[in-house]
């Protein structure tokens, strides 16, 4: 019986990061609001050269929603890329996010506040939904934009404690 009231005590926490942090979990905002549905989610390829989703596509309240910066910073690039507008903006430390489609009049140099509207969503990306794609890069590597806005690390199980002595163990 104490065992299994021990193993009912068991907490779940966030396991420590593996690797150098991307950015504070949590710490830009939702580039769509209210906090859009994930429609499809990161899965960069194995080689970089392979063909994989390099970001998250993010399901827009509806035709012309405004997609707002989810961290200061400046504008890098406004325009096409193939067929689709693109907005780019240096966050600095090396972070750059992009957004397709979304059309804008901002211009490369402009400094952005987080929570700054970029522009505007366009349909195309989803099909008959309007979605932006959101991407963040550090230098070459694609990064998943949602460990910015949430925190992702695994649980992991910790001992049990020892109701009687505040430790850790199976006393």
Not at 119 to 141: F, K, M, N, Q, S
């Amino acid at each position: 019986m104490k065992a299994s009231l021990l193993m009912a005590a068991v907490l779940l926490v966030p396991a420590p990061a593996v690797g150098p942090p991307a950015s504070p979990a949590g710490g830009w905002s939702w580039p769509l609001s209210p906090r859009p549905a994930v429609l499809r989610v990161f899965d960069p390829p194995a080689r970089p050269w392979l063909s994989g989703h390099r970001g998250v596509d993010l399901e827009a309240a509806y035709d012309g929603a405004p997609v707002i910066s989810p961290a200061s910073g400046t504008v890098g690039f406004v325009g096409f890329v193939v067929d689709r507008p693109v907005v780019t903006i240096d966050h600095g430390n090396g972070l750059r996010s992009s957004f397709e489609p979304v059309e804008s009049t901002l211009r490369p140099g402009d400094a952005v506040a987080e929570g700054s509207v970029l522009g505007r969503a366009l349909p195309g990306h989803c099909g008959g939904t309007v979605c932006i794609h959101w991407g963040v890069r550090r230098g070459d590597e694609y990064l998943n934009p949602l460990a910015f806005v949430m925190d992702l690390r695994p649980s992991i199980l910790l001992p049990p404690m020892n109701p009687g002595s505040g430790q850790g163990g199976s006393g």
